[in-house]
C-alpha cells in the first residue's frame, strides 16, 4: 500500500527519540504522506527531535510540556495558523515517578497519583478539546496504553491505575466525539525498550517474560506499532472507535504461562 495518509496533516507528541514509540508511528505516517508537526518536552529532548523530525521533512517542532496549559495553547495556535486544519494526532506521553515503578501500588503518595494522573490520562483529553477545533473534517486520535490497565503486573504499579483511567476516558471521548467523525482509539503495545520502560522497576525480566509466554514467542517493535498506528490513523480503520488494540504478539489472549516457556 501506498499513500495511505496522503493529504494529511497530523501532530505526533511523545517522541524522546529513535526508540520512542511515537517515533515508530510517526515513520510509517511520513512514508505514507503525511504532513507532520512534533512536539518535544523541554531544551534537552530538541536536541534529538529536531533532527528526526527534520529527517521526515517536518518544519513544525515545538515544544510542549502537558502540564502546562500555555505551552498546550500555543501548540494548537502555531497548527491553526500553518495548517487551519488538523487530521489526526498521536499522544505517546507517560510519567510516574521511578520510585513508585516498584515495590507496593498500595504505597503510592498522593503526590505521584495525581502527577502521575494528570500526565498520563489527563493530558490526553487537554489535548483531544484542542484538537476537536481543528479537526473540522472529522480525524483520528490515538494514545498508547499497556497491558496493566488490565490485569496486576508487577512494578506497574500507579501507571497501571492511570492507564486504567486513559483507556476508559478513550471510550468517553469516542462517544462525545463520534458525531464529528473524530474516532479516539488506543494502541496497547507489547513491552518495548524505551526511555519510559527503562524507569519500570525489573523490564529485562518483563521483555523475557513477554517473550517466552506469548503466542508468538517473541517481543514487538515500535515499527509493528507503527504499522498499526497506520490503521487506526488512516480511513482503514473508518468504521472503529473507542478500541483498544493490542499489539503484543497475542500476549493479552493468555491464561497461564506458556508450558512450553524457559524458566526465568
Ligand atoms: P519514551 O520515553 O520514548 O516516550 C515517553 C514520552 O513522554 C517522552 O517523549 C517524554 O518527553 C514524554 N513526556 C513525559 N512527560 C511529559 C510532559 N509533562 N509533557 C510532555 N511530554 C512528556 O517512551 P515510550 O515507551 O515510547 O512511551 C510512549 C507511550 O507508550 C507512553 O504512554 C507509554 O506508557 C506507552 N507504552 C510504552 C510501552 C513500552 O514498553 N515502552 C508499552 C506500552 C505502552
Redesign the pocket.
Known amino acids: 500500500f501506498k499513500g495511505l495518509l496522503s493529504g494529511k496533516k497530523g501532530l505526533i507528541?511523545?517522541?524522546?527519540?529513535n526508540?520512542?514509540?511515537?517515533?515508530?508511528i510517526a515513520a510509517k505516517a511520513a512514508e505514507q504522506g503525511a504532513e507532520l508537526a512534533f512536539?518535544?518536552?523541554?531544551e534537552a529532548?530538541e536536541k534529538r527531535?529536531r533532527p528526526l523530525a527534520e529527517s521526515v521533512d517536518s518544519d513544525v517542532i515545538l515544544p510542549?510540556?502537558?502540564?502546562?496549559e500555555s505551552?498546550m495553547d500555543e501548540v494548537f495556535k502555531t497548527l491553526e495558523a500553518k495548517w487551519g486544519k488538523l487530521d489526526f494526532v498521536v499522544?505517546?506521553?507517560?510519567?510516574s515517578d521511578k520510585e513508585e515503578l516498584t515495590g507496593r501500588y498500595v504505597d503510592t503518595s498522593r503526590e505521584n497519583f495525581t502527577r502521575s494522573l494528570?500526565?498520563?490520562c489527563y493530558?490526553f483529553t487537554a489535548i483531544a478539546q484542542r484538537a476537536e477545533k481543528l479537526m473540522s473534517d472529522g480525524g483520528s486520535m490515538v494514545?498508547?496504553?499497556?497491558?496493566?490497565a488490565e490485569k496486576v503486573l508487577p512494578h506497574y504499579n500507579v501507571?497501571g491505575v492511570?492507564?486504567a483511567a486513559?483507556e476508559a476516558s478513550v471510550r468517553y471521548m469516542a462517544r462525545d466525539l463520534g458525531p464529528k467523525n473524530i474516532r479516539v482509539n488506543s494502541?496497547?503495545?507489547?513491552?518495548?525498550?524505551?526511555?519510559?520502560?527503562?524507569?519500570?522497576g525489573d523490564?529485562r525480566f518483563?521483555?523475557k517474560w513477554n517473550e517466552y509466554n506469548s503466542p508468538m514467542g517473541r517481543n514487538v517493535t515500535?515499527e509493528e506499532?507503527g504499522n498499526a498506528g497506520l490503521y487506526l490513523l488512516s480511513d482503514l480503520s473508518s468504521g472503529v472507535t473507542g478500541e483498544n488494540h493490542h499489539v503484543?504478539s497475542g500476549y493479552h489472549i493468555m491464561g497461564m504461562k506458556r508450558e512450553d516457556a524457559p524458566a526465568l
Open positions: 507528541m511523545g517522541v524522546a527519540n526508540r520512542s514509540i511515537a517515533w515508530g512536539t518535544y518536552q523541554g529532548l527531535v510542549c510540556d502537558v502540564t502546562d505551552s499522544h505517546a506521553i507517560a510519567y494528570d500526565i498520563s493530558s494514545t498508547l496504553s499497556y497491558y496493566g501507571m492511570a492507564k486513559l494502541i496497547s503495545a507489547g513491552p518495548i525498550k524505551t526511555l519510559a520502560a527503562s524507569g519500570i523490564f518483563i521483555l515500535i506499532v503484543d
